[in-house]
């Protein structure tokens, strides 16, 4: 099983309200990462976790809080949005070794495609 | 900071025939990972094939194959016997000690049947 599975599939909210963005994995990954992608535009990085640790944050604003409750599971909330955050939410994971954590293959879902009004 | 650069916005080629798809990027690190995802318009991000640095021979995965050349920073991804399925957005993309992922701007392949 290679699957990593985020739900919704699409959530449209307004700037006022509070939702969260969820991803699954069971294949035993201890490194989860959250990108955003613009149309058109390649995914850009926001958080990871490594070992349900926050290891990166790439100066995302504080409208968006990662969490990682456990091994399988990585949450994004959503509060106060933007118009411009609308997006393409990816979640992807991968093994973690340590210092090798480069060389893992990082495996994406499907994504949230969030529209913010 | 590593920056990934895809000169192609678009390329097309028709069934069967062979296309590559340009990348290069920008490091000061020795050790580093390089790899090919496909994007089709399902939006899944799709592992095509991976690079690890320290290794000159080029990585092949049934039809689709790299040019590494690491002296120049460049890694090319070459897609023989094109099939219409190959259609998508093909993203390069470079990952070196601090564990982040840096793409290209992407590169959207089309496919003439």
């Known amino acids: 099983d290679t699957e990593v599975t985020q739900t919704p599939k699409h959530l449209v909210m307004g700037m006022t309200n509070k939702k969260s963005l969820k991803c699954e994995q069971h294949?035993?990954?201890?490194?989860m990462y959250w990108y955003k992608q613009k149309a058109k535009k390649p995914p850009e990085l926001m958080f990871v976790?490594?070992?349900?640790?926050?290891?990166i944050n790439e100066s995302v604003p504080s409208r968006f809080s990662p969490e990682c409750p456990n091994s399988s599971l990585l949450n994004l909330h959503l509060h106060a949005l933007q118009p411009e955050d609308s997006a393409l939410y990816l979640c992807?994971?991968?093994?973690?070794?340590?210092?090798?954590?480069?060389?893992?293959?990082?495996?994406f879902g499907a994504g949230t495609r969030l529209s913010v009004l | 900071a590593q920056t990934v650069t895809q000169s192609q916005p678009e390329m097309s080629v028709q069934e069967a025939e062979t296309v590559t798809l340009s990348c290069t990027y920008d490091t000061s690190e020795s050790d580093y990972y390089l790899f090919w995802y496909k994007q089709p318009p399902s939006r899944q991000m799709i592992l095509v094939i991976r690079?690890?640095?320290?290794?000159?021979q080029n990585a092949t995965e049934n039809r689709f194959s790299v040019n590494f050349q690491k002296a120049a920073k460049s890694f090319s991804l070459k897609i023989s016997d094109s099939q219409l399925g190959d259609a998508a957005m093909y993203f390069c993309?470079?990952?070196?000690?601090?564990?982040?992922?840096?793409f290209g701007a992407g590169t959207r392949l089309t496919v003439k049947p």
């Open positions: 294949m035993g990954h201890r490194a």
């Open positions: 993309a470079y990952r070196g000690n601090n564990n982040d992922m840096r």
């Open positions: 690079q690890e640095a320290y290794k000159q």
């Open positions: 992807a994971s991968s093994q973690s070794r340590g210092l090798e954590l480069a060389k893992n293959i990082q495996y």
């Open positions: 976790y490594s070992y349900e640790k926050l290891s």
